[in-house]
């Protein structure tokens, strides 16, 4: 069964400083997979996604992420964080039954 | 943009009730999904459609139904509602790819039913 883990239900960075929310996988088959943030109140967003080529995916709102085949993981990163970035992220992975598997989600606080 | 709406932001009934939660999308989209969000589960898919009249179980089916009609009209049922289904519901819907690579999935606002 197709599966990604989410191992930290929260972090905290500095306004300013880089940010990474992580996520590892677990496929049988090619891994297609994706981020999605949400923020406070609303449904969740778009943010970027991985099919095939580069390994640095570039997505929404200055975030990328790193898929790493041989770590099986999928870190999403930036820079430098915004107070705004404050929300819940979560990653997802392909099934091939219901057409994706989410992550439990990592809340993020960015600290003035 | 895609926009899918949700019949209500809040929701607040009584166990044993039958309760509809209603979700449009304006795109065209053949696939639309039904999820519930709780703290520290994520979210958990209840059941999905690719095609009018067509449904398929998610994770947890168990307490709901679902119904769509219409190409744009995913509704969700909870026939005789209980305390545990209080939770966040949120609606979904992207396009369907016949290669298998799944599309991105275009949210509603969700609704936050209560039961009481």
């Known amino acids: 069964a197709q599966s990604v883990a989410q191992p930290e239900d929260q972090v905290n960075v500095a306004e300013g400083n880089p940010l990474t929310v992580k996520c590892t996988y677990s496929?049988?088959?090619?891994?297609?997979l994706f981020w999605y943030v949400q923020y406070p109140n609303r449904g969740l967003q778009f943010l970027l996604k991985?099919?095939?080529?580069?390994?640095l995916v570039k997505g929404s709102y200055g975030f990328e992420a790193e898929f790493n085949k041989s770590q099986t993981s999928f870190h999403l990163k930036k820079p430098s964080a915004l107070v705004s970035d404050s929300a819940l992220y979560f990653c997802a992975v392909r099934d091939i039954h219901t057409g994706v598997t989410f992550g439990t989600g990592t809340k993020l606080q960015v600290i003035p | 943009d895609v926009k899918v709406t949700q019949s209500s932001r809040y929701l607040v009934k009584r166990t044993g009730e039958k309760v509809f939660l209603e979700c449009v999308q304006d795109?065209?989209?053949?696939?639309m999904f039904w999820y519930r969000q709780d703290p520290g589960l994520g979210l958990r898919l209840i059941y999905f459609?690719?095609?009018?009249?067509?449904?398929e179980k998610g994770d947890i089916p168990e307490g709901y139904s679902v119904s769509r009609e219409k190409k744009e009209r995913f509704s969700l049922i909870l026939e005789s509602a209980s305390t545990n289904q209080t939770s966040m519901y949120l609606c979904?819907?992207?396009?369907?790819?016949?290669?298998?690579?799944?599309?991105?999935?275009?949210f509603g606002p969700g609704t936050r039913l209560t039961v009481l």
């Open positions: 991985y099919i095939t080529g580069d390994n």
């Open positions: 979904a819907s992207s396009v369907a790819r016949t290669s298998g690579i799944p599309d991105t999935q275009y």
């Open positions: 459609s690719y095609d009018v009249k067509m449904k």
């Open positions: 496929v049988s088959g090619n891994p297609y």
């Open positions: 795109m065209d989209h053949e696939n």
